[in-house]
């Protein structure tokens, strides 16, 4: 719950300021159709089943969401399926109760996990999943339409699919990279750049860090931070440093060898350029404390003017309340370089195209072919649209072509999130999402894609060709519990205390000292070891999707 709580919470910020600076009637389609799934007549119309006379009722442990399925939305569905949900609560831990269900035998009709989890092989391990191949055949229609490749990519080492993949497919839209205040860029002098979303070398950032603190040293009787970042999130603070350098989670070499990826030789390069940053006085002096009500409190008191990671959009919110709807004071994310490296070759969002979830039909389900008949109308494009959208006529309507959401819907998430999705059911319940946009070029998220605002829109422009995906480096290092996960959770804690020795160094000789220290303590605590494992389970993983 928590995972999906932050992830709304950033979703209905982020749709304040949409709806501040685009307006939520629009019939404007955010995207490009090129980018969206082959569904035909053909295909939809097998989407909608014929209902029987009594609707059976499956049960759904669902890790994410406990509520009853008597929304618009679930009644929808049950007209259109002939199926009814029993939503089993996951009280506690999710995952513990996976397990006891798992050890008891007590396993519900349907069952959604952690797709990155050892929880699902275990499932899969102890027979509890029916294989799908054959159901998908004959009565999924529409998941290898929408699925596509994606079914090949989840098969299990016995080349059976044992679960459909939830919010698969890769998100186009970029969800990290170095954000900078617009006026001050423009009054810096960047407005072409900032017009054109045309990326910055890594001097040129460096330049625009200085002339800010010469120019403003306070602003408001309050000292001001050139740069700073969420140390909360370290995961994401490195990957947008990697990204400049088009570095990725591991190293790949020539012949498809995974490493860590302090062997990559830009990590020391990486390493450097961020001591430089603090050497200078241009990073935040308590970078490494900050979390993130005291990074947010940072960035909206208008003392900073860049950040790493995800677009600031409480930040952005605040300085809309304050300055209007169409003001300059807004963080705008956009792509810096590292020398050397091709603008079309940096790596600054990470996204797996095989998405967070697992949902399969257990061994004890009565109903498998009346279940996947059901799946199967909710991965099509009308039930993608049911469950992200609502109800057509209540909640959207077609006009020119397009999905457009009615004036209601968008300030109803605006005003209370939870409160309105439980009272539609629009975008409840997450169940076969697919990420994209559907053949009229509207996005299948109606909440977290249509008419995003300008900065997203920016966005997609100046961090176009940075997204990647992490798919084959996906679940390729030890399973938890092993001698072998604690051998790696060992190398990060060491790799994690070099790097902030590294940071904190007083010169480069100092940082390649401290760097030659790290990999001397990551040889003599057995990495190659782990380092042999990435490789055999990342070239198994490939061959299996030949």
């Not at 569905?77 to 397990?99: D, S, Y």
């Not at 390493?271 to 947010?296: P, Q």
Request: aromatic share 10%; net charge negative; charged share 25%.
């Amino acid at each position: 719950m928590k995972k999906k709580n932050v992830l709304n919470r950033a979703i209905a910020t982020g749709l304040t300021l949409a709806l501040a600076l685009t307006g939520c009637g629009a019939g404007g389609a955010a995207g490009s159709a090129a980018a969206s799934p082959a569904t035909d007549a053909s295909s939809a119309a097998s989407a909608t089943t014929e209902t029987p006379a009594e609707p059976i009722t499956l049960t759904f442990f669902d890790k994410n969401i406990g509520a009853e399925f008597t929304d618009p939305v679930a009644e929808e569905i049950t007209k259109r399926t002939g199926v009814k949900i029993e939503i089993q609560q996951p009280t506690g831990n999710p995952e513990e109760k996976l397990a006891l269900m798992l050890s008891g035998g007590d396993l519900p009709d349907i069952v959604l996990m952690d797709r990155r989890s050892d929880i699902v092989n275990k499932y899969i391990a102890a027979g509890a999943l029916l294989p799908l191949n054959d159901l998908i055949d004959q009565y999924g229609p529409d998941i290898q339409t929408m699925y596509g490749d994606v079914l090949n990519k989840s098969r299990y080492m016995d080349g059976q699919n044992y679960y459909l993949n939830n919010w698969y497919g890769l998100d186009p839209d970029p969800d990290r990279g170095i954000n900078m205040r617009l006026d001050i860029l423009k009054e810096l002098g960047y407005g072409d750049k900032v017009e054109s979303g045309e990326p910055f070398t890594q001097s040129e950032f460096v330049e625009l860090l200085k002339k800010f603190q010469e120019k403003y040293p306070e602003i408001n009787g309050q000292p001001t931070t050139p740069f700073t970042i969420n140390g909360e999130y370290m995961e994401t603070v490195m990957s947008t440093f990697r990204g400049m350098y088009g570095m990725k989670n591991y190293y790949e070499d020539a012949d498809h060898n995974i490493s860590l990826s302090v062997r990559d030789p830009q990590y020391l390069n990486m390493v450097k350029f961020i001591n430089s940053l603090y050497r200078d006085g241009l990073l935040d002096r308590e970078w490494a404390v900050n979390k993130t009500d005291m990074f947010e409190q940072k960035l909206a008191s208008g003392t900073v003017f860049a950040c790493n990671g995800g677009m600031p959009n409480t930040a952005n919110g605040l300085f809309i309340t304050d300055e209007g709807a169409d003001t300059d004071k807004q963080f705008y994310m956009f792509k810096v370089v590292a020398d050397g490296v091709d603008p079309d070759k940096t790596t600054y969002s990470p996204r797996s195209s095989l998405g967070w979830d697992a949902i399969g039909i257990t061994a004890t389900n009565k109903h498998p072919e009346e279940t996947i008949k059901f799946l199967n109308f909710l991965a099509s494009e009308e039930g993608q649209y049911l469950l992200m959208w609502g109800v057509e006529g209540t909640n959207w309507t077609m006009q020119n072509g397009k999905h457009t959401p009615n004036e209601d819907v968008l300030p109803g998430f605006r005003e209370d999130w939870s409160g309105y999705s439980e009272k539609t059911g629009i975008r409840k319940w997450n169940w076969t999402i697919k990420n994209g946009f559907g053949t009229d070029g509207t996005p299948y998220d109606l909440v977290g894609k249509y008419n995003p605002g300008k900065p997203m829109e920016h966005a997609r422009i100046s961090m176009a060709n940075s997204v990647w995906d992490t798919a084959p480096y996906d679940s390729i290092g030890p399973l938890g519990g092993t001698p072998e996960a604690l051998v790696e959770q060992k190398l990060n804690d060491i790799m994690d205390q070099g790097f902030s020795k590294m940071v904190y160094a007083a010169s480069d000789a100092e940082v390649e000292s401290a760097y030659a220290a790290m990999m001397a303590e990551l040889e003599a605590n057995d990495a190659a070891s782990i380092e042999k494992i990435y490789t055999e389970k990342y070239k198994e993983q490939l061959s299996l999707w030949a």
